[in-house]
């Protein structure tokens, strides 16, 4: 097998183990201290994510959850807590080892104008490569099976900025997975998608899930779809955990008036038996 065409970036980062650690792994967030300069969004956070699970976090708008993810994803260093990788705190590893256990697709990722999807889902191996190991066999048959895995192969050759938003989002995602790490963390992963299109990733992360024991965590927005392709929510308001757990367990009418300032229904999908919530109205507007 033969390079791709435009040439990969090697890693820069101090050196770590020659693999990523295989099988489910587990993160925890202890005792976050999260903000912005002065302006504090969390106090003593503390955000078990169970292993091998697909984990939700939901919530109103500026709640914490991107926050959240992003102390997660050692892109926002707590003023205080850890956050721990398998027990390990992720402060302490390196670029390299880190980017070789976790992956993260953000929000709005961006890409360079003209390249193409496989080149694209190629950089997910930067983490991979070494001085003396650059492109190799094994890197191509990891981007093989992710454009698989998404659904993305007949896509391989075609130009990013070709492909419509489903279509982005999927490619993004094999470009996670081709960086190949036991833990995934999607930060609004449907946002600007159709509800068809919502579906199709929910059900390609969820497959994921079921397929390699992956540890997903995603910040979600629609809640039907969160209590139905997590197996583990975490609600939040105002810089707090107000509930976590499986959403048959947690997700009451109650707990929506308390996060949501909603007043609705709670009944079982007839599709999947998992909590469906039918509102009746916000709380917020609603006339007294």
């Known amino acids: 097998m033969t390079a791709p065409p435009t040439p990969r970036p090697t890693a820069t980062a101090a050196d ?9 792994a587990a993160l ?3 005792g976050l201290r999260l903000g912005y300069g002065n302006r504090i969004v969390a106090e003593d956070l503390d955000l078990p994510i169970p292993a091998g699970k697909v984990t939700a976090l939901v919530g109103p708008n500026a709640c914490g959850k991107s926050t959240a993810l992003r102390a997660l994803a050692r892109l926002l260093e707590p003023s205080a807590g850890a956050v721990l990788l398998n ?6 590893l390196s670029a390299r080892d880190f980017a070789l256990r976790l992956a993260l697709l953000p929000q709005t990722p961006s890409a360079p104008d003209g390249i193409t999807v496989r080149d694209l889902v190629a950089r997910g191996r930067t983490p991979h490569q070494r001085w003396w190991r650059q492109w190799s066999a094994a890197d191509e048959a990891a981007v093989d099976a992710a ?5 993305a192969s007949d896509l391989a050759d075609r130009s990013i900025d070709e492909l419509s938003g489903g279509q982005r989002q999927r490619v993004w995602i094999a470009m996670a997975l081709a960086q190949d790490t036991p833990v995934l963390l999607l930060d609004e992963p449907t946002t600007y998608l159709d509800l068809a299109h919502q579906v199709d ?3 390609l992360v969820a497959g994921l899930n079921r397929t390699d024991g992956r540890t997903v965590v995603m910040v979600l927005h629609e809640l039907n779809l969160a209590c139905r392709y997590a197996d583990h929510l975490v609600a939040m308001r105002d810089g707090r955990v107000l509930a976590s757990g499986p959403p048959s367990r947690i997700v009451t009418p109650d707990l ?11 009944i079982s999908c007839p599709v999947a038996g ?13 006339p007294s």
């Open 16 to 24: 770590g183990p020659e693999t990523q650690p295989t099988g489910a």
């Open 28 to 30: 925890h967030g202890s």
């Open 87 to 92: 027990g390990e705190d992720i402060a302490s």
């Open 147 to 151: 454009l698989a895995a998404t659904g």
């Open 201 to 203: 990733v929910l059900e």
């Open 256 to 266: 929506l008036r308390e996060v949501f300032a909603l007043d609705a229904e709670v």
């Open 274 to 286: 998992t909590p469906l919530i039918v509102p009746r109205g916000n709380l917020r507007t609603s």
